[in-house]
């Protein structure tokens, strides 16, 4: 099976900064990755789909890049709106552990 | 429009079972492969199992914490996935997604409460 490793795990940053979250894959998965952001108590929202295409109506200030192994979801400049629990996935498949955004 | 509405979440004993049912629309369902993700209270997303297309050869895959206890299957006539769950367990508690992907992009459903207690 392959496994996606997400890092850092906990991330704090202030208002305007530039925060990137990285995805590793154990094996090639090409570009089959998507990333989801999530609210407490909240379903899981679509923010990025086949490693680099932003969903509709998800803010530009979101990018991801990367294939094969790793990835990474950026935020260019970081909103109050923004923090919650970031997850990528493999597509019909695994989920990485999760990343904790905080708003300092 | 692309929809999909589960059902059948409820309070169930641990031991006992549960199938859960996903009706879908808005996409050719013998064409894709459909996916069951849960999430349990304060953790993360957890990726159950999938069934894939006719075309991919119909095969089912799960993770390892639900292998041998549940069973994806689907009824390409009514349109409708399905989650049998057998032998649940506490950790089993968690809401339940089904999940499909259009052109690489994955579409949810709005998940229903299974919860496992005595």
């Known amino acids: 099976d392959i496994q996606l490793t997400q890092s850092p795990s906990f991330l704090s940053a202030s208002v305007g900064d530039r925060v990137t979250i990285t995805c590793r894959a154990s094996?090639?998965?090409?570009?089959?990755l998507a990333w989801y952001q999530q609210k407490p108590g909240k379903a899981p929202k679509l923010l990025i789909y086949a490693a680099s295409t932003l969903e509709s109506g998800v803010p530009s200030r979101f990018s991801g890049s990367g294939s094969g192994t790793e990835f990474t979801l950026t935020i260019s400049s970081l909103q109050p709106e923004d923090f919650g629990t970031y997850y990528c996935?493999?597509?019909?498949?695994?989920f990485g552990q999760g990343t904790r955004l905080e708003i300092k | 429009e692309v929809q999909l509405v589960e059902s059948g979440g409820g309070l169930v004993k641990p031991g006992g079972s549960l199938r859960l049912s996903c009706a879908a629309s808005g996409f050719t369902f013998g064409d894709v492969w459909m996916t069951w993700v849960r999430q349990a209270p304060g953790k993360g997303l957890e990726w159950v199992g999938r069934s894939k297309s006719k075309n991919d050869g119909g095969t089912t895959d799960y993770a390892a914490p639900v292998k041998d206890r549940f069973t994806i299957s689907r009824d390409e006539s009514k349109n409708m996935l399905y989650l049998q769950m057998n032998g649940l367990k506490s950790d089993d508690t968690a809401i339940y997604y089904c999940t499909t992907d259009l052109q690489l992009r994955q579409h949810w459903g709005q998940g229903t409460l299974v919860t496992v207690s005595s």
């Open positions: 996935q493999q597509l019909n498949s695994y």
């Open positions: 094996q090639d998965i090409s570009s089959y």
